[in-house]
């Protein structure tokens, strides 16, 4: 070949493949400064949100003071074929799941999809879904705990906000004997699809790193964050601020994803970090762990100068706010208390 045509052709070859660098399945990228997050439409009196079961199994019964209480929002809910089904522990086979929930992605009809509980599953149909009429339609896919699958999945390969909250599994059956937090979190989930700002407090830690940041907000099951490492699904947390909550984990077992999110990256250049409930087991006797989850997690960060925020309300516990992944949030980490507020 002629040395300046080859030359050329080089130099073309460099080019194209560093426009395509950081591209995997499902249209991945590396470079998150190039990207701009989309927010779907907020929803208003008359839009329709869709339920399915993506995880685990729940029976109609169940969901239908989630179905009464949404309705009264002035919404009207598509109940998926998933819920009352059930193979064990799921909500449907992996097939009925996968075809209900993509479903729900593809109908323009929606403006909002709750998956009625979590539980375990959602990581084994996530790569049988097709996201492209969803790209083009974007739309509220809500949930947490296992749900963590989704919302980092959409994060790292379409940059589409989703929302972290409660789900069908945790609206009392008698709103009129609801306790007040309980109110204010379900609730939550009402202001955040009108599009309404959201503002937390949380309350005074001794083990707080104090300071301001602002940034988008991304996180989610720690367990599951861990877990979804070197996948097409794996979170991005650079520039950004990061939540993390947990249950039924052993201290250790906290510590040692810790340790898998520091040596990941992780926790190098996060904006700030929010730390919210873990129910934990208990030590094994003579088995004991002696260290908590502060102290666990400060280890990890004690070279990094952003602020931590230590029982932040989002998790396995009834004060469970609604979060708005992927949208900009500022937090601030004060000496009395600390604060969370969407911006975007």
């Known amino acids: 070949m002629n040395r300046k045509k080859f030359l050329s052709s080089a130099v073309f070859a460099t080019a ?22 989309r927010i779907p439409p907020y929803l208003k009196s008359g839009d329709v949100i869709g339920i399915t079961c993506p995880a685990g199994f729940i029976t109609l019964e169940e969901i239908m003071p989630a179905v009464k209480l949404m309705e009264s929002w002035g919404f009207h809910c598509k109940i998926g074929k998933t819920v009352g089904a059930r193979d064990f522990t799921f909500g449907g086979t992996d097939a009925e799941r996968a075809a209900d929930l993509q479903q729900m992605l593809d109908d323009p009809g929606l ?9 375990y599953g959602a990581v084994r149909i996530i790569d049988q879904l097709d996201f492209k009429n969803f790209v083009s339609r974007p739309k509220w896919i809500i949930g947490f705990s296992d749900i963590t699958v989704l919302h980092c999945h959409l994060d790292r390969n379409f940059k589409i906000a989703s929302l972290h909250s409660k789900m069908c599994n945790s609206f009392p059956s008698d709103w009129s004997l609801a306790e007040p937090v309980q109110i204010e979190t379900i ?11 959201l503002s937390y407090l949380a309350p005074f830690n001794a083990h707080n790193k104090l300071g301001s940041a602002e940034g988008l907000l991304v996180g989610g099951n720690l367990s599951i964050i861990e877990t979804l490492a070197g996948s ?23 510590d040692r994803m810790f340790w898998n999110l520091k040596r990941n990256g992780k926790l190098s250049k996060l904006k700030g970090l929010v730390v919210g409930g873990f ?17 666990i997690v400060l280890e990890k960060i004690k070279e990094f100068d ?21 949208v900009k949030h500022l937090l601030k980490v004060e000496g009395d208390r600390s604060s969370l507020k969407s911006i975007g």
């Open 279 to 295: 129910k934990l087991k208990p030590d094994d006797p003579g088995e004991e762990f002696g260290r908590t989850v502060q102290e």
């Open 111 to 119: 403006k909002a999809i709750m998956c009625a509980r979590g539980g």
């Open 232 to 254: 097409h699904s794996d979170l991005q947390t650079d520039g950004k601020i990061l939540f993390v909550e947990d249950t039924g984990e052993y201290l250790y077992g906290i």
């Open 306 to 326: 952003y602020p931590v925020c230590f029982d932040f309300p989002v998790g396995h516990q009834r004060n469970n706010v609604a979060l708005k992944c992927g």
């Open 187 to 197: 609730l939550s989930i009402r202001q955040a699809l009108a599009g309404d700002d």
């Open 16 to 37: 194209a493949l560093s426009s395509l660098e950081g591209w995997t399945a499902g249209n991945t990228v590396k470079e998150e400064s190039r990207l701009v997050y």
